[in-house]
């Protein structure tokens, strides 16, 4: 039972491993090539994070691979299809970072709201402008939530007691209605929404998904807020959307230009250009991938891992 761990993940996972009889090796710095020549032929378990992509190509060369642990809720740099097809188990934490994306969510939100962000800058600028940063209240809103799963539901709850209207639409999941959240059709998500929260994974389908097209459906103008993966908006047709108004502001705790390790941006020509437009934007709201990085998120993604591979 010989366990490579790729990426760093809180230690809790190591220890609990070791405990129960697993030989776990700390290998953060092998490289796809290494794996490729049969540098990991012998193990039965993976923790990743996001460094390597597993792919079939890498499936491959691990003939003795029972099981993949990815600390996080997203398996896009894993071949599920074909890993399953190996009978190899894929294994991820969703439940260990909800709590951390929920609250983020409605951090961005509600800074965006009552103009917080620019009332503070405003006041280390010496300027005390009461009217100009008058907020408004998330109690007064319709928030829209697409994509109800465990990140989607994290934000609902989060937003009971406030007053809010919370509505859901899944193209993939129904009756989920509940005290915290009205189950909507895809028309009526269009039609009444006024903040609009992505928790969809990220998939052939959903990439680009937020596009010119997709905006102008809405009936009202909308705050956006992307917590999911960078890719599912298209940058450029979301600037232009604000530009006209369509879109009011937004808060991406996500961008296009994140890399597939999500440990930086990787832009070109073209793409420098649109971020350069994306940063100069006071109408929105930009944290680095964080939404799920908590202090608490840490130990609580290798503890749920730890739950799952130990479990009778």
Known sequence: MKVAFLDTVHPILLDRLNSNGYICEELYNISREEILKGGLEEYTGLVIRSRLTIDARLLASLPSLKWIARSGSGLDNIDVEEAEARG??????????????????????????????????????????????????????????????????????????????????????KGFGSTAVEEVSEEDFFLQSEVVSIHVPWTPETKGMVDADWLRRFEKPIILLNTSRGAVVKTGDLLDAIDSGKVRSAGLDVIEYEGRSLEGLELDEGSQTTLNRLLSNDQILITPHVAGWSVESHYRLSSVIADKILKP
């Open 88 to 173: 190899v188990k894929v294994i991820n934490s969703p439940e260990g970072n909800r709590d951390a994306v929920g609250e983020h969510c409605l951090g961005m939100l509600l800074t965006i709201l009552h103009k917080i962000k620019s009332g503070d800058r405003s006041v280390h600028e010496m300027q005390w402008l009461r009217e100009e940063h008058r907020g408004e209240e998330l109690g007064a809103k319709t928030v829209g939530i697409i994509g109800y799963g465990v990140m989607g539901s994290a934000f609902a709850e989060k937003l009971s007691g406030l007053g809010c209207r919370v509505i859901a639409y899944d193209k993939y999941k």
